[in-house]
């Protein structure tokens, strides 16, 4: 009795599996090897800005963050001017950084721990681009997308100085899901998004026109959107508001 190859792979274990999609897409985890080291290499030797000045958001988010040593957290002592759920990541970089040994460079630390978590969604996104590319047309195509994003100036840049990796990866991540036709994964991946920048809130309007479940779509966005917000316009909802009304007067 002959068993075939895929018939095989259906028997292994999961790391039978795993050097299966090695294999089937080795060209692309090279290229996602040699990005990633790039985009955490950034962390230690780039300093953003160049010659024409630091751009750089990081030391506003550290400053922001450095309120902890005073036991003050956001949208609870103090409104930003962001979504509920972004000024957490760097609150949390900065506890990291301050459980380290003192570093010969004072923003050394937050730099890297808030980089580090950037770095994962910049990698993420490389990732998202690739399964796009897959689901949209076939594997040659898939990579070279892939290539194109991992060799753009822009995500370097920004993923440098900034966080719009974290909402783009829920965006991107988003799509893929409303492409699946997984109607409440998309939902929950937007709202999550939409928490931290407002927006991946574009691709809801997408989302309810291709979607057979729509309303499931929409509820999940809807659910956790309320779900994030709720606990703290509860234990101050003057700071909830004045960092809603701050945030819609930037936008």
Not at 17 to 45: I, K, N, P
Not at 163 to 187: E, H, I, Q, T, V
């Amino acid at each position: 009795m002959t068993v075939s190859a895929a018939e095989q792979g259906q028997m292994g274990g999961p790391s039978q599996r795993l050097r299966q999609v090695y294999r089937a897409h080795r060209d692309f985890f090279l290229l996602l090897g040699l990005f990633s080291v790039l985009q955490f290499m950034l962390l230690a030797f780039f300093a953003p800005g160049g010659y024409f000045g630091d751009y750089s958001d990081y030391w506003y988010y550290e400053e922001m963050a450095s309120r902890l040593d005073s036991g003050y957290l956001p949208y609870i002592h103090y409104w930003v001017e962001y979504p509920p759920l972004f000024p957490w990541i760097p609150v949390g970089a900065y506890w990291l950084s301050r459980l380290l040994a003192p570093a010969p460079q004072a923003h050394l630390w937050f730099y890297v721990t808030f980089g580090g978590i950037m770095g994962l969604f910049a990698v993420g996104n490389l990732v998202m681009v690739y399964l796009l590319g897959l689901l949209l047309y076939d594997r040659p195509r898939a990579l070279r997308c892939a290539w194109f994003y991992a060799l753009l100036f822009g995500p370097i840049f920004v993923h440098a100085g900034w966080f719009d990796g974290a909402p783009l990866f829920l965006m991107l991540l988003s799509l893929y899901l409303l492409l699946k036709n997984r109607a409440a994964l998309s939902g929950v991946a937007a709202g999550v998004g939409v928490m931290i920048k407002i927006l991946p809130l574009t691709l809801v309007p997408v989302g309810f026109k291709l979607l057979s479940q729509r309303w499931r779509y929409v509820l999940a966005v809807v659910a956790v959107s309320v779900a994030v917000k709720l606990p703290f316009f509860l234990l101050n909802p003057v700071l909830f508001v004045a960092s809603w009304l701050s945030l819609i007067h930037i936008s």
